[in-house]
């Protein structure tokens, strides 16, 4: 599904904090329909990196293309119209709770289109319905759902308004296996039936072999590799070595290789 | 993007031709145009998909809809030329419809039932701050018995925070409440050249009244409302629960702290705030009703009482625990999330000052009675 067509294009980015330096050179295109993770221990500037191509933060220098257009550059307008093509999931998830969840995932559509107001919420519980959520928690207060339940509506926020593309922060952290393993296949199902452009941030080993394409590896403020991950984890260098060779890593990277992965081979 | 051609019917071949961008953006378009077509009574009617150039959920959702309602009027539509991705959309979005779709209604109270609930709430509210209260003393006369000792540190960042921070805005407002009460009577006892009994007038009202309470409301907004909200905000990050689980009780290290904190500062900014407000007084008496420096101290010695004082600072110790126990009772019953830390600080403020002020009421008529 993965088509040649590049949705996010980011160029010798530099970002600095003061006098620490969190990114020197950072060079990473993705494609159309494609799954990718951004990988790499804690501190190297994941989410820094997130949010730059979310618009929230200014990088030092460099350029970030998504859907053709610099959003380092990009007018005000023209950055919300960016923004309004693609979805986010927080890593807390960032439900409003003052708002029951299906007015929180109505809410985008409530800002960005005309429906009338029963389409609104018929999509927004089709949405919802779609993120695996049983329609008897559309009425519920976002403080009264477990976890893995608060992760499923931050999903169906993110994707309400039928985005190309999607980021997700962390989308596993703190679920247990069982709950995250049902939000990887979430992930896929969503990912086959709109033909969306997933880029995850994420610690998860079993995500990261059953969900994703491919992976970028940051380090030492560069992308040290982006590759399939069965290729990735062959790679020397040092902290990519670190990073796959622990217990964690070699337990997830047997059972996946059983012929579990994603391509079913 | 607006075409018309969306969507249109040939009703010689019984075929529905789809077209152009199913998408989010044209879904009120499809929509009535959908509503203009003159279907057929039954029948088979196809449905061509091959001119569709995106179909995105909610274009997917809004034609699945339209199939339900045919197929209910008797009519039988069968899709055909659509891409594999867009069956895969359809199918999808069909399946999760055939689910339980309907949004549990919320039923409205009846109007007597939510008086109702509404006065229990209070009420339990009200029995849970007495229980708060009584919670609070067994467990300070424990920590006094079993430590003798008290926690200097959080104490001395309490007053400084609530104490020694607030004296610049607590010495504005006073001055300003001096000027004013000045300004008003002097207006009135200067028509009778009665311009020295100001001091009188002032003396008594600012030590016993206006000092102590102007100082309790304003400590009530500004150390209040934080208490609740620091409470508040550590209860959610459950904090408390942390410290808990480690054998420091909330009330230990948050709690009494604030309270006994209160307790020692707020005396101490009603003086402050008598004397300001007496010297704003001053200020406004010589330049307005042309009595010195001298007069006005003269006879402020000779005809207010130490008792006047004596009996203004008294109460500052009583507001104290009203706004500090409320303060971190309030915190305390955070729960969930942040709208729950908004509600209480609201909540907070305006019971203490409600409180501060049906106290000073009481206080008033009890000093009558014992002709203080």
């Known amino acids: 599904m993965t088509s040649t067509e590049t949705i996010i294009e980011i160029k010798n980015l530099s970002t600095e904090f003061g006098n620490t330096q969190v990114h020197k050179d950072i060079n990473l295109s993705i494609k159309r329909g494609e799954v990718i993770a951004i990988v790499g221990g804690s501190g190297c500037g994941k989410t820094t990196l997130l949010r730059e191509m979310l618009g929230l933060t200014q990088p030092t220098s460099g350029s970030i293309k998504i859907f053709d257009q610099d959003i380092l550059l990009a007018s005000p307008e023209i950055l919300l119209k960016i923004q309004r093509r693609f979805g986010v999931l927080f890593q807390e998830n960032a439900l409003f709770s003052s708002l029951n969840l299906l007015e929180n995932v109505a809410f985008p559509l409530h800002e960005h289109t005309r429906l009338d107001k029963n389409m609104i919420q018929e999509l927004a519980l089709l949405k919802i319905l779609m993120a695996g959520l049983p329609s008897s928690a559309a009425v519920k207060y976002p403080a009264m759902l477990s976890g893995g339940m608060q992760k499923r509506a931050g999903l169906a926020r993110a994707i309400v308004l039928d985005p190309e593309l999607i980021f997700l922060d962390e989308p596993t952290a703190g679920l247990d296996p069982n709950t995250a393993s049902g939000l990887d296949e979430l992930v896929l199902n969503l990912q086959a039936t709109m033909g969306l452009t997933i880029v995850i941030i994420t610690h998860d080993l079993d995500t990261l072999w059953t969900v994703t394409d491919r992976v970028a590896f940051i380090g030492e403020g560069v992308i040290l590799d982006v590759a399939p991950l069965a290729e990735l984890v062959k790679n020397p260098h040092p902290l990519i070595k670190e990073f796959f060779s622990g217990s964690r890593g070699r337990t997830a990277e047997a059972s996946h290789s059983k012929g579990k992965d994603k391509h079913g081979n | ?372």
């Open chain 2, 1 to 372: 993007m607006t075409s018309p051609t969306l969507i249109s019917y040939n009703p010689s071949e019984k075929q529905v031709n789809c077209s152009g961008d199913w998408q989010l953006s044209q879904l009120p378009q499809i929509f009535s145009l959908l509503e203009k077509i003159t279907w057929p009574q039954h029948g088979e009617i196809t449905i061509d998909g091959q001119a569709i150039s995106s179909m995105d959920s909610a274009g997917a959702y809004l034609l699945n809809q339209w199939i339900q309602k045919l197929k209910k009027s008797g009519i039988n539509p069968k899709l055909q030329h659509f891409s594999e991705q867009q069956t895969k959309l359809l199918g999808f979005i069909k399946q999760e419809l055939t689910k339980e779709h309907q949004i549990p209604s919320i039923t409205e109270k009846p109007f007597l039932y939510s008086v109702g609930e509404q006065t229990y709430a209070q009420l339990n509210e009200f029995r849970a701050y007495l229980s708060f209260i009584g919670h609070l003393s067994i467990e300070s006369l424990r920590l006094i018995y079993q430590r003798g000792q008290i926690r200097w540190n959080e104490l001395a960042a309490i007053i400084y925070r609530n104490g020694y921070q607030a004296l610049p805005i607590i010495a504005l407002l006073s001055l300003m409440i001096g000027v004013v009460i000045t300004y008003q009577m002097g207006v009135q006892l200067r028509n009778y050249g009665a311009n020295v009994y100001i001091v009188d007038f002032l003396g008594l009202s600012v030590l016993r009244e206006f000092g102590p309470l102007i100082t309790a409301i304003m400590v009530a907004g500004r150390t209040g409302s934080a208490f609740t909200a620091q409470l508040g905000l550590m209860k959610i990050n459950q904090e408390i629960d942390a410290l808990d689980t480690m054998g420091v009780t909330p009330a230990d290290i948050l709690i009494l702290p604030r309270i006994l904190g209160l307790f020692i500062a707020l005396p101490l900014l009603t003086m402050w705030a008598d004397f300001f407000g007496v010297l704003g007084g001053m200020v406004m008496a010589n330049s307005m009703l042309h009595l010195t420096w001298y007069d006005f101290l003269h006879r402020f010695s000779q005809v207010i009482p130490l008792k006047a004082l004596l009996i203004g600072m008294g109460k500052a110790p009583v507001f104290a625990l009203i706004i500090a126990s409320v303060g971190c009772f309030q915190g305390m019953k955070v729960e969930g999330s942040a709208a729950s830390v908004g509600q209480n600080t609201t909540r907070s403020v305006v019971l203490a000052i409600f409180f501060i002020i049906v106290v000073d009421a009481i206080f008033s008529v009890i000093f009558s009675e014992l002709k203080l």
